[in-house]
Every structure is written in structure tokens, then in C-alpha cells.
């Protein structure tokens, strides 16, 4: 603390090198870039230290350090009349850049060699900044007798051996084989019979042209990666990550945790290469739609339900007069499996020919060259369903399917021609003779008016920063659908929205089952997996198919609503979905796509570009901490530098970074001084007696791996980062925030508190939870009554709210509350640098299914019959008859609001005094 005071002394004794009553601000962040008062300026330091290197006062009027044996003081110009007299206009961009004097270097002044006048290098720096057409620009601000390569061919050599090895394989032109090995001497491709080498003009046989093949296959080795891997200090103690980390009995937080892994180790291997292949582990017995020509699993799923399953003797909601009395297919050993398929072909064998009796009794294509492999048979899982492709179709199907959209939906003509053939489905079946371009109004189809509420709810939602995309951008107003949608706004809307968008729009039973199938993709998206929670969703997943079949058409369940019933399976044998899904390998995509310069040579280009980016990567691990790198950029909600000089103990001194302008306030006396506390203990009354009466505010604040807005500052941005949580162990608390706070205590060190400013939601009065799913709803209106509206930062959990997309008008003030992921988190115990997909923790419960006991009427008595065709228009008038409401075991599990009087609610007629959740 003397060191800080003697600086700020010194500083202030040098006007000539401020700003007015402002002096030049050294700390780690600012850097001598910024102006703040002297208070400001001790306020930093405290908080992140000096700027490394900063020894030498420069910036705030000392003299440059020499050493007087080497270089005498007055051979040196000052630094102003330096820049002014050499550069003319760039002398004055400079000034306007950081300021009326110059940052000094990282190390001490080096003297100029003996012979070199210091001015002469003035001249000649500048003449290359206005000359930037000259190629020869870098080699000319560089010391002559420098050792560098003189152009970008020498660069390539003399970086060639930091990297690691490639090898180029030539390939066919088709993609047929590769000319490797025993096919090396090969000229012709053994299957399309096409040339190895392109024809060249001129000369064919000359021994100097070089031959230029149709198709090159870059293999980059995998041994001396994984070994450069290991000879980094950085890297090494990842890559045995898996076999150190602590877990808990019957939880998975990482593949090593998952019997595959576990049964891999048992037979001796080393490492495990998580492979996508595509397959199926037994026979499906499926049938094919009369008149929607598609394969259909309809009816599928009741075999694998309980024996004594109310389902299984349902001859109505499935298909006609059916009784289930079979059992569901068993697994099939590795050697069952290479029993079936080891008369097959491979691909490298026969590339274009099929399998006999394919799709009679048999899905196999080919037979995978992967079972040369000795223990491939013996593994557990030889196959890797992509969950993020699934839940994208599976989306896909649904929000098509219940918006009508042309074309997209599968509730189109032919489906219903088929319903008149498999089910009792009277009141929706069409005709197969029938050329009427009407079909009747489903309950599980919106209507117009429904569409437009639900695409305009769509397009006013607001998410956390980093949460997803725009999804307005998706919104079609003039169709009334969405398109564009990428696999992780499809992501969102599965998990998060679709029990909101749906909950006023559908019946009960339609709007309960699409709620449990959101369910189930949360759960078994959770960075954590529970082993037991896994079994159970197993079995509840097999009854949320057979209500999903109770009321969608046949031609809805394809090929991507069945793979679900093995996913909780491949989770269990797997582990967690982060590891295995194909979020890290499409960004990866996306990112060496921005590569290619060449667009003759699209994979070269890639390739070459992705080699000098992991030579640096690898490179960069042995670079010190203090240089600025890629691999030590901070992370995008970085709370910032925890300094040793402030280390935080209790609440003071959390890990935290304000951003935005910083401002100052003065606390009220009732604010520090109010004897309604009841504060005792002396310790405290001398920290609230300590307490200046001056705090900074923000307007934003980064803490927690979260990105808080006050609710004045995001008012009018397109995101939403004011709405907190804080839970306890009896009542969670809702609210949005007000206003950030610094405090500053005094004592032996100085300590710092930031607290969160909130309104709050009434707990009791103006929250709701869902007794079975766990959705939670506030009342904005009903505010908490309690004077009690500060927090702790550390202490908060961003959520967000929405309102519900309703024709109603009693849900005006019900908001929906999304709990969020705080960002570069997987786990307390470990942490990740990047989570590319929106993942909870772990899902407390595992919601029961409803089982329907009635049999439903599917036709939606409010509407007459639609168009077929049309997306948007449709034919007569709404009645006032109610919409049908699914009886279920559950019904009254949902907790309602307090209905009292209205003196207990507390309403502002002021929207400006009443906060917009």
C-alpha cells in the first residue's frame, strides 16, 4: 500500500503528464491507456496490480532508466520531441492513440548500436510506414545483419520441422480405393477403372513432368500427435485426466466413467477413438405405408413395454384390433452380430453393389471394414448414434407437424388415407378415392390465429448473451413457419420452449406428451449422467412413443422417432452426450472451411492452413505465461486477473470484472445505518462503521461464469442478462436486476463487496411450480413486500424469462422462468474452456409418463375442415364450444397461485416504478 500512495504522490507531482485532474492509469487492465481521478487510479491498483514490467515511471514524468558506462542520458531525445520531430502525421495519430507520451517497453531500454544514429532509425521507420506498396517492408525495418529467410518459400522450410508429419495418399476420382500399399503400383482404379494421374498436354512419358493425380488422401498421423501431446507440461496431465478425476458411485461426467470405456480397459487397450459408423444392432420388423409410400415404426414401440402394460390390450389407439403380446428384440452379442454380416461385402470390396434381400428381414448395407479389427466384436458399443442430428429431425418432425407446414408436415393427405386403413380414427380419416382438397381440423395442429401468436411470441424472445442465435431470423410472418433453423436452435426450442409455446395452444394430453419428450432430451443431454436415472428414463421413454402414437398420423414415426429408445442405452454405455455428439466436429467443419484460399484445391488448402495452426497451437504451450497467446485468451465471461495483492477470503474480494462505464454514488445514512438490522456482533458493526460512504457502480458485471445486465442497460438490446436467481435450501427467489454496487471496507487491507440490487418476485405468492415437470411460472405483479432487495454477486444464477405465446388474456402476467448454464462450466469438481451447446448440469428428478386411460377424440371441434394444401388459410369460423381436455392419474399436481385479496398483491400503475420481466 506505501508503493501505491508514493506512486500516486509522484504522479500527481508531474501536471504536465495528466489530464486535468485526471492522472494516467498503470494497472494490468488499462495499461497507461486510460484517464481516471487519483481515487480510481488506487482503487485499481489494489485490485489488479501494476502492469507488468512497469518499473520505470515513464508514463507519469520519470526519466527513462540507462546505464551511463553504455549510453550517455543526453545522446537520448525526449520522447514528445521524438515522435514530433519524425513522422510527421503519424507522429500525431500515435499521440491521439495512447496518450501525450509513450508506453515504455516490456524490458529495459536496449542502447543503439555503436555507429547507428537513433534518428536515422526514425527516418527510415516512417519512410516504410508511408511506402506500404514496397514488398521488401519487413526485411527492411529489420536490423541488417538479421538471419531471417528473404521470402515466404524460406519461412516454409525453416518451420517445416516444427511440424508434424503428412502423408499424401493418391486417390481415385470417385473416391473408390486408394493407390496405398499392395495398390500402390496400380494405374487404374480396380472398380470404376478410371486413371490414377489426370492427362497432361505435351510430353506423357517425360520423366521430368510430374504427374498430377485425379484425387489426394492427407493422412496426418496420429502416433507423434499423441505424443506431442504428451511432451507438453500443459498437455500431459489431460491427457490422463481420465484416469485421476474423482466421481461419484453410479454418476458419469466424462466417457472414462461408462462401462464401454471400462470394458475397453479390460481387454488392454490404451486408447479409445470414439468412431461414427451408422447400423442397426438387431432386425426391425417395420411395414410400408399404402399410401404415403414411406417406411413407418407405427406400433412399434408397445413390445417394449411392461408385460402387464394397459397399452399392450389397446385395440383402439394403435393400429386396428392389434394385441402386443410380443417382446422386444434382444441385443445382439458382437459375435451374433459378425455371424450376420460376414457374408456381406465391404465397401472397399464392392463400393456400388447391395446386399441380397436387403430390406427383407435385414437393414445391413455393407459389412464395416472395421470388424479387421481383433477386438471390434468385443466391444460394447461398435456403433454412435449422433444425438444432435436426432433431435433435429425429431424437431424438424414436430414443429412441422403441428404447424401444417406444406410439403414438411406428416400429417399431410396420404397420412390421412392411411389412418382409414390402420386406426380408429374416424373423425380424421380421409377418403382413399376421395380428390376433396379439405381434411378435418386436428386438436394437435394449430390454427391460423395460433400460428400468428406463436410466431410473433417466437420473434419477441429474449435469450442471455451467448445463449443461441437470433431466432427471430427464423420467423416466416408472411408463411407462418419457421426455416433456417440451425441444429442448435433446434436444440433450444426442443429443450426450453416447446413446453411454453404449447402449454395454452393444445389439450392436455397432446401438450403433456410433447412435455415429456422435451424432458427426455434434457435429460439425456445433462452433463452429468445418474445411472439409475438413465434405467428409469428407459422405460417412461417407450411410454411417451406409444402416446406420441395415440394421436399422430402412422407417417410421423420414422426411422428418427424409433433410434430414441436406444439412446438411453448408448448414454449408459457411452457416458455423457458432450463427448459423443457432433457439435465440436461441425464447428471444427465450420472452422477450416474459413481456410481454404484455393478453391481448385479445396482439402490442400484446408490442410495446409490447419498444419501451421497446429504447429503454433503446440507450439504455444511452451511460451511463458506472460505472453499473449491464443491458448491463454481469456474466456468470453472471464471474471478477470485474481490477483494475489487482494486475496479474496469469505465475501470479500470475489473474482469478478464490471464492464461498461464506471460511476460513483453515495450511500444513504438509512442505508448503512439502520438499527432495523439488529447487527451485534462487534466484527460487523466495525466493517458497517468502516464502510465508505462513496461505491462504484456498473452496468454490467461479469461473475460466475455468467454475463449480468442491469435492467436499464438491456432494455433496449436484443439479449436479456438482468434476470436472477438466488436459490435456498427451503424457496428459490426470482427477480431482475437493478443496479450493481461496489463496496469498499476499510482495515488492515482494503476489501471490496459487489452486491446485486434486485426486485424480487414474491416466493410464496408469485411463484408456481409444476408438481410433475418442474415448470416454473411467476406472477410479475406480485412483488415481495420484504425490504430486502441486496445480494451478493457470487451468490446469483442468471435466468431468463418469456411470457407465454397465449389467445388468453389470464396469462398477461405469467412469465416462464429458464434456468441457464453459467458458461466454461461442466462440472464443480472440473471445468471445461468451452461448452459448444447449451447443457444442464443434471436433472434432479426423473418426471413420471402419463398414461391415458380414455380414448380421445383427435378432431378438434373448435375448427371445420382446413385446406389441404394451403399453409396459412383456412375454411369457416370459430364456435364457442371447449377445447378437449385429457383426464390423466396426475391431475391436480400442479401448484397454483394464492388466491387472497387484493390489498396482498401489490400492483403499480406506473410502468415506468414497475419492472418488465
Not at 811 to 825: C, G, N, P
Amino acid at each position: 500500500m506505501a508503493g501505491v500512495d508514493e506512486f500516486i504522490e509522484f504522479a500527481c507531482a508531474h501536471p504536465e503528464q495528466m489530464n486535468g485532474p485526471n492522472i494516467r492509469c498503470p494497472c494490468r487492465k488499462c495499461d497507461n491507456m486510460r484517464f481516471y481521478p487519483k481515487y480510481d487510479v488506487m482503487n485499481h491498483l489494489y485490485r489488479k496490480g501494476f502492469t507488468e514490467n512497469y518499473f520505470n515511471w515513464t508514463c507519469h514524468g520519470e526519466a527513462m532508466w540507462v546505464e551511463e558506462e553504455e549510453v550517455q542520458v543526453d545522446k537520448l531525445p525526449d520522447q514528445s520531441t521524438w515522435l514530433a520531430g519524425y513522422g510527421g502525421e503519424y507522429a500525431s495519430t500515435y499521440h491521439d492513440e495512447v496518450g501525450p507520451s509513450n508506453q515504455p517497453p516490456v524490458q529495459e531500454a536496449v542502447p543503439s548500436p555503436e555507429g547507428v544514429d537513433v534518428s536515422t532509425l526514425c527516418d527510415r521507420f516512417f519512410k516504410l510506414l508511408k511506402d506500404t506498396d514496397d514488398l521488401c517492408i519487413v526485411d527492411d525495418s529489420l536490423p541488417r545483419d538479421n538471419n531471417l529467410p528473404e521470402d515466404f518459400y524460406g519461412y516454409k522450410r525453416l518451420l517445416r520441422d516444427l511440424g508434424l508429419p503428412v502423408v499424401k495418399i493418391d486417390a481415385c476420382r470417385d473416391g473408390c480405393m486408394l493407390f496405398w500399399k499392395d495398390d500402390s503400383h496400380e494405374k487404374y482404379c480396380k472398380f470404376c477403372k478410371l486413371p490414377q494421374y489426370k492427362e497432361m498436354n505435351g510430353r506423357v512419358d517425360s520423366k521430368k513432368r510430374k504427374k498430377v493425380a485425379h484425387a489426394v488422401l492427407r493422412y496426418l498421423p496420429l502416433t507423434p500427435r499423441l505424443q506431442r501431446l504428451y511432451a507438453s507440461e500443459v498437455t500431459a496431465p489431460l491427457m490422463t485426466w481420465h484416469a485421476s478425476h474423482e466421481t461419484s458411485d453410479g454418476v458419469m461426467c466424462h466417457p472414462s466413467d461408462a462401462e464401454a470405456w471400462k470394458h475397453l480397459i479390460e481387454l488392454i487397450m490404451l486408447l479409445l477413438l470414439n468412431l461414427a459408423t451408422s447400423g442397426w444392432a438387431f432386425v426391425l420388423m417395420v411395414f410400408l405405408l399404402t399410401n404415403s409410400k414411406n417406411v413407418s415404426y407405427f406400433d412399434y414401440h408397445r413390445q417394449f413395454l411392461m408385460k402387464n402394460h394397459p397399452y399392450r390390450r389397446d385395440k383402439r389407439s394403435f393400429i386396428k384390433e392389434r394385441f402386443e403380446k410380443g417382446s422386444p428384440p434382444p441385443r445382439l452379442t458382437g459375435d451374433e452380430v459378425l455371424n450376420r454380416v460376414s457374408q456381406y461385402s465391404t465397401a472397399m470390396e464392392d463400393p456400388r453393389g447391395k446386399t441380397p434381400q436387403y430390406g427383407d428381414g435385414h437393414k445391413w448395407t455393407k459389412k464395416s471394414i472395421f470388424w479387421e479389427l481383433p477386438y471390434w466384436k468385443d466391444l460394447l458399443i461398435r456403433y454412435n448414434l449422433d444425438v444432435m442430428h436426432i433431435e433435429k429431425n425429431v424437431f424438424h418432425n414436430v414443429i412441422t407437424t403441428v404447424m401444417d407446414v406444406p410439403g414438411k408436415s406428416k400429417d399431410n393427405v396420404n397420412a390421412r388415407k392411411d389412418l382409414k386403413k390402420y386406426c380408429y380414427r374416424e373423425e380424421l380419416a380421409v377418403d382413399v378415392h376421395s380428390t376433396l382438397r379439405h381434411k378435418p381440423k386436428a386438436s394437435y395442429t394449430l390454427n391460423k390465429e395460433q400460428k400468428v401468436k406463436l410466431c410473433e411470441w417466437v420473434k419477441s424472445l429474449k435469450f442471455p448473451d451467448g445463449y443461441t442465435s437470433n431466432l427471430s431470423r427464423c420467423v416466416d410472418m408472411n408463411e407462418l413457419k419457421f426455416k433456417g433453423m440451425k441444429s442448435h436452435d433446434c436444440h433450444v426450442f426442443m429443450q426450453r420452449l416447446i413446453p411454453v409455446a404449447f402449454k395454452e395452444m393444445f389439450p392436455n394430453n397432446v401438450w403433456a406428451t410433447l412435455t415429456e419428450l422435451s424432458l427426455f432430451f434434457q435429460i439425456i443431454c445433462s452433463a452429468l449422467s445418474d445411472i439409475g436415472k438413465l434405467l428409469e428414463l428407459e422405460k417412461n421413454l417407450v411410454v411417451t412413443l406409444c402416446n406420441l402414437e395415440k394421436f399422430f398420423p402412422p407417417a410421423f414415426f420414422d426411422s428418427m422417432e424409433h433410434v430414441l429408445v436406444h439412446l438411453p442405452y448408448e448414454a449408459i454405455n457411452g457416458g455423457p452426450v458432450q463427448y459423443r455428439w457432433m457439435y465440436p466436429f461441425e464447428r471444427f467443419l465450420h472452422t477450416v472451411k474459413k481456410k481454404v484460399k484455393n478453391k481448385a484445391h479445396v482439402e490442400g488448402s484446408i490442410c495446409e492452413a490447419y498444419i501451421v495452426e497446429e504447429m503454433s497451437f503446440f507450439a504455444n504451450h511452451f511460451f511463458q505465461q506472460n505472453l499473449t497467446s491464443k491458448r491463454l485468451r481469456a474466456r468470453r465471461n472471464d471474471e478477470g486477473v485474481n490477483d494475489q495483492i487482494l486475496r479474496h477470503f469469505s465475501i470479500f474480494n470475489y473474482p469478478g470484472r464490471g464492464q461498461g462505464d464506471e460511476k460513483q454514488r453515495w450511500l444513504s445514512g438509512d442505508e448503512v445505518q439502520n438499527p432495523a438490522n439488529h447487527v451485534n456482533d462487534p466484527l460487523l458493526k466495525s466493517l458497517a462503521w468502516g464502510l465508505a460512504k462513496q461505491v462504484t457502480k456498473w452496468s454490467a458485471y461479469f461473475i460466475n461464469g455468467y454475463n449480468f445486465h442491469t435492467l436499464q442497460h438491456g432494455a433496449r438490446k436484443a439479449t436479456m442478462n438482468s434476470g436472477v436467481c438466488v436459490r435456498s435450501s427451503s424457496v428459490d427467489f426470482y427477480g431482475v436486476l437493478d443496479e450493481i454496487i461496489q463496496l469498499e471496507y476499510g482495515g488492515e487491507a482494503r476489501n471490496f463487496v459487489v452486491l446485486f440490487k434486485c426486485t424480487w418476485i414474491d416466493p410464496d405468492k408469485g411463484t408456481k411450480v409444476h408438481g410433475k415437470y418442474g415448470l416454473v411460472d411467476i406472477n410479475q405483479k406480485r412483488m415481495y413486500r420484504k425490504n430486502d432487495p441486496f445480494i451478493l454477486a457470487q451468490k446469483a444464477i442468471q435466468v431468463y424469462y418469456a411470457n407465454y405465446p397465449s389467445l388468453k388474456r389470464d396469462k398477461v402476467d405469467l412469465r416462464a422462468v429458464f434456468h441457464i448454464k453459467a458458461r466454461s462450466t461442466i462440472e464443480a469438481r472440473w471445468q471445461e474452456k468451452d461448452v459448444l451447446a447449451y447443457q444442464m448440469d443434471e436433472v434432479e428428478n426423473v418426471p413420471t409418463v402419463t398414461t391415458f386411460k380414455e380414448f380421445f377424440s383427435l378432431h378438434d371441434p373448435n375448427q371445420i375442415d382446413s385446406l389441404i394444401d394451403s399453409d396459412i388459410m383456412e375454411v369457416g369460423a370459430r364456435t364457442n364450444q371447449p377445447i378437449l381436455t385429457a383426464i390423466t392419474d396426475d391431475e391436480g399436481d400442479e401448484e397454483e397461485f394464492d388466491e387472497e385479496d387484493d390489498d396482498e398483491e401489490i400492483k403499480v400503475d406506473d410502468e415506468d416504478d414497475h419492472p418488465s420481466f
